[in-house]
């Protein structure tokens, strides 16, 4: 099977999505891992999910089925491997401890998340787990002002981890729910725009650098995948945006948005995710939540009322200065870009994601934070 040509047409539908109806499934999202090879992730009429993987090459293809065995299924006409309950040739035990728990993120042969009674779970390659924990016990450290998850164990041979469940709602269901007063919603922004505060202040020795250039890397990286597969239209390069300016170096999430801010007990917000902690610019952190909330009120998820509400009330909470707005204006236009990219993976988004590049590429005038 061939891959897609470099300048498909943003019609075209890439050559994954047939496998779906004929498995009684829809697409839900993937992720780009190359040219030749994409992770999936399909939904089921019951609303579960059923994760998979598609391969440009038929060999591979049949190479992944043979060696991942269990429920794993193919369609060889798509280029499609179907891994229904948990079925991984590298996440070993994953089938096993999903009839266990709850299985609420499932990425083939690199990570899944399962809800369990005891907690969280997070299952990767078991020689990866090393990595994790060390991650997780060096961000659980830094993130002054939030409630994190606490690690309760973990298990060398299954590359398990265990955490505790952060109380509340997150900001994203608080938002989209049509029975939260604006006065609950305004209170719980205030009140995570105040802790970012506090996690910017911290110290970020012993956490990994990521630059203004990084960021704008990451950008055109998943647009590039999105250009190749024919799911957004190539834009001239002089359209691009430029790196951001870069601004001075602090403790950030590095990936923060309205799903991994929880409204928490009556001590802090709470805040998942913590991988991504980092030492850059806190302009990051303020314009890709910001431009999570345009995007939020563009799915219809969130009135523009609401969107504003929020939006308001985080800034008045982190009490950012000028400079760090007006960099996040630049840094606005690389998380739009991004965003484009990934939503343009998921089918129920494609006019969206057009209309998010669309944003992304044009002239910035003025500066200041997303609007």
């Not at 890439?14 to 779906?20: F, I, M, N, S």
């Not at 961000?139 to 398990?160: N, Q, S």
């Not at 970020?204 to 024919?230: I, K, M, Q």
Request: charged share 20%; net charge positive; proline share 8%.
């Amino acid at each position: 099977m061939t891959h897609p040509p470099t300048d498909a047409p943003a019609t075209a539908p890439p050559p994954w999505t047939a496998a779906g109806p004929r498995a009684g499934l829809r697409l839900g999202r993937a992720w780009p891992r190359s040219e030749r090879h994409v992770l999936l992730e399909w939904r089921r009429p019951d609303g579960g999910t059923v994760a998979g993987q598609w391969f440009a090459d038929r060999a591979e293809l049949l190479d992944a089925l043979g060696a991942t065995g269990g429920a794993a299924s193919a369609d060889t006409s798509a280029g499609v491997l179907l891994q229904p309950g948990g079925a991984d040739r590298r996440l070993r035990r994953l089938a096993e401890l999903a009839r266990t728990g709850e299985l609420l993120v499932h990425r083939p042969e690199r990570r899944a998340v399962l809800r369990t009674a005891g907690g969280y779970l997070k299952a990767v390659r078991p020689s990866r787990l090393a990595d994790l924990l060390a991650r997780t016990e060096r961000a659980a450290g830094h993130a002054a002002g939030f409630t994190v998850p606490v690690r309760l164990g973990h298990d060398e041979r299954l590359g398990t981890a265990l955490f505790s469940t952060v109380p509340g709602r997150t900001l994203f269901a608080l938002g989209a729910d049509p029975a939260t007063a604006p006065g609950d919603l305004a209170r719980a922004w205030l009140r995570a725009g105040r802790a970012l505060a506090a996690l910017h202040a911290a110290p970020a020795e012993g956490l990994p650098a990521h630059t203004a250039a990084d960021e704008h890397a990451v950008a055109l990286r998943w647009a590039g995948h999105a250009w190749r597969f024919g799911l957004l239209p190539r834009p001239d390069p002089a359209s691009l945006p430029a790196a951001p300016e870069p601004g001075p170096v602090r403790l950030i999430h590095r990936d923060l948005h309205d799903k991994q801010l929880l409204t928490g007990d009556a001590a802090a917000p709470g805040l998942v995710d913590l991988d991504t902690l980092a030492a850059g610019d806190p302009a990051l952190d303020v314009a890709n939540l910001l431009v999570h909330l345009e995007l939020r009120a563009a799915q219809g998820l969130l009135t523009g009322g609401r969107a504003e509400l929020a939006r308001t009330a985080f800034l008045g909470g982190l009490a950012p200065d000028e400079a760090t707005l007006a960099r996040a204006g630049g840094y606005a236009a690389a998380t739009r870009l991004r965003l484009a990219a990934v939503y343009a993976f998921r089918p129920r988004w494609c006019a969206l994601a057009r209309r998010l590049q669309a944003e992304a590429l044009r002239p910035m005038g003025g500066g200041g934070a997303p609007a």
